[in-house]
């Protein structure tokens, strides 16, 4: 606790909260509770708390929008650092769109629409923040991150430096920030001027195939797997006759066979022992390994 009050000494801004449930920062609702919740206004004072963290060894976790992580029951020992609500700034460019890291992308696709500009209508139905979309490469209905990012604005440990978007590895739910544990502190987006009503319909027609395929009324991460090569995961989970087959409060959706739900009460380990259910079930019937896309994160215990 010492070094926390050092820090909330060097960082007038930082919020520093002791002993944080995490259930209410997922969107899966489950989780353990964390050392640390730390919360940062200005871009200095995220990368110098991170320096601080690396230099004094203790683990740390960068928390987005919370809507593709699973934190384990035992919750987090260390520090989760959080980007508060002033680090949403998003600007108009001569390219596009600007956006910190903390800006939600709904947001984001918004102020696209709004702005006459085509190329993040994907993004619109997608509950994360710009650093958790970049991180992952969240994409959607044949969009994606690598598409659109022009540059990422990183702090490496070290220095923050401006990462051309061809030089981010982006692959599938992939990127090089997963590689080097980069900081994202935010993006800019190349866009191009189109229609505000066409790109404002094909916002629309998103929105409906989401809300007629999926359960968006159960808390859940989105897709818990990764598409496996030549496979769709709901297909094959579907077809395992796991629908609706649960463990404790976790269930395989009815409504969309790759969303693991929240049906009330359940824990971060009904979850992994549902997903090793799936994962079991759809190996033994099809022989595909099904690969986590959701985050796993925290300690057992
Ligand atoms: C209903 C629903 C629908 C979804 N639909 C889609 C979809 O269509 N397509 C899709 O791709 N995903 C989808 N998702 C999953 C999720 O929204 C995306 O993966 C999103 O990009 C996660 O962003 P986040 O801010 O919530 O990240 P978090 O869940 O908070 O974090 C995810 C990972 O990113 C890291 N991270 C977050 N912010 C930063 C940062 N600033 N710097 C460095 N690392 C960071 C975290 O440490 C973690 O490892 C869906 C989820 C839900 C609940």
């Not at 801004?13 to 200005?42: C, F, H, N, S």
């Amino acid at each position: 606790m010492e070094k926390m009050k050092l820090l909330q000494k060097t960082y007038s801004d930082l919020e520093i909260q002791k002993d944080v449930p995490l259930a209410g920062y997922t969107t899966l609702r489950v989780g353990g509770r964390a050392d640390y919740l730390l919360t940062a206004e200005k871009e200095d004072t995220f990368c110098g708390v991170l320096r601080f963290l690396k230099e004094e060894n203790i683990p740390f976790l960068v928390l987005g929008n919370g809507s593709n992580l699973l934190v384990k029951d035992g919750g987090f020992r260390g520090a989760v650092l959080r980007l508060g609500k002033e680090f949403g700034r998003i600007e108009r460019t001569e390219e596009g769109l600007y956006a910190q890291a903390g800006a939600l992308m709904s947001v984001l696709a918004k102020t696209a629409l709004e702005n006459g500009l085509a190329g993040l209508e994907f993004a619109h139905g997608i509950p994360g923040s710009v650093g958790g979309g970049v991180y992952m490469n969240a994409g959607a209905y044949g969009g994606e991150m690598s598409q659109v990012v022009r540059f990422v604005r990183v702090y490496n440990g070290e220095e923050i430096v401006d990462i051309p978007g061809s030089e981010m590895a982006f692959a599938y739910r992939h990127s090089r920030a997963m590689e080097e544990n980069w900081l994202i502190l935010g993006a800019a987006f190349a866009l191009q001027a189109g229609d505000k009503g066409e790109i404002e319909a094909k916002m629309r027609d998103f929105a409906q195939r989401r809300r007629e395929k999926q359960p968006l009324e159960y808390p859940s991460a989105g897709s818990f797997f990764k598409r496996p090569a030549g496979y769709f995961a709901g297909a094959l989970i579907e077809q395992s006759q796991l629908k609706g087959v649960s463990v404790g409060g976790a269930q395989v959706s009815e409504k969309h066979a790759g969303f693991l739900i929240n049906k009330g009460g359940a824990t971060a380990d009904d979850f992994l022992q549902l997903m090793k259910k799936v994962q079991d079930t759809v190996y033994e019937k099809f022989g595909v390994q099904l690969e986590c896309e959701v985050r796993i994160v925290g300690n057992d215990e």
